[in-house]
Antibody, heavy 117, light 108 residues
């Protein structure tokens, strides 16, 4: 069974860059789940797709994040990463990594990132 | 961007009864819709994709229907473990993928 695990700092200062890594283990890549992506959920709110990267390395980002997002992958380490720059308190959320096709089949457990000085 | 609207925001149903949750897309998404269940402190879990296909391991009491702009998730006989928040998500036209705001299913 495919497993995903987020890691990274739980506290980031305003204006700095949030950096998270997702490590993938188990299972195997299939044609139906050939993207790795990030989704976030502010406290007591709904789900927001941040962006994804395809198996071939093409990136797709949510326009709402206005160019602050970078997603990259290191296939040799079975890891992919999220960088979100110029963070504010509005970026405080649980961040989930996912492996997906159109639907989001596989999710990490999520990691809470708080933006605060 | 396709806007997904779920109703109601909160649904109160007694165990053993049927629950019907709605999701509407701002434009046609064909059948490219998924439903997720989220319990407190947990990641969302895929229930339904393709509007009506149950994901692996999902009980038959969960069913999805609809196409175009209007979709429904039905839970035929509510069990205690079904009380949670449910989200719909479109994957017809992306980026961005978009989710509804969620329906909280609570015990009546």
């Amino acid at each position: 069974q495919l497993q995903l695990q987020e890691s990274g700092p739980g506290l980031v200062k305003p204006s700095e860059t949030l950096s998270l890594t997702c490590t993938v283990s188990g299972g195997s890549n299939s044609r139906s789940t050939n993207y790795w992506g990030w989704i976030r959920q502010p406290p007591r709110k709904g789900l927001e797709w941040i962006g994804s990267i395809s198996y071939s390395g093409i990136t797709y980002y949510n326009p709402s994040l206005k160019g602050r997002v970078t997603i990259s992958v290191d296939k040799s380490k079975k890891q992919f990463s999220l960088k979100l720059s110029s963070v504010t308190a509005a970026d405080t959320a649980v961040y989930y990594c996912t492996q997906h096709g159109g639907r989001f089949d596989y999710w990490g457990q999520g990691t809470l990132v708080t933006v605060s000085s | 961007e396709i806007v997904m609207t779920q109703s109601p925001a909160t649904l109160s149903v007694s165990p053993g009864e049927r629950a019907t949750l709605s999701c509407r897309a701002s434009q046609s998404i064909s059948g490219n819709l998924a439903w997720y269940q989220q319990k407190p402190g947990q990641a969302p879990r895929l229930l339904i994709y393709g509007a009506s296909t149950r994901a692996t391991g999902i009980p038959a009491r969960f069913s999805g229907s609809g196409s175009g702009t209007d979709f429904t998730l039905t839970i035929s006989s509510l069990q205690s473990e079904d009380f949670a928040v449910y989200y719909c998500q479109q994957y017809d036209n992306w980026p961005p993928f978009t989710f509804g705001q969620g329906t909280k299913l609570e015990i009546k």
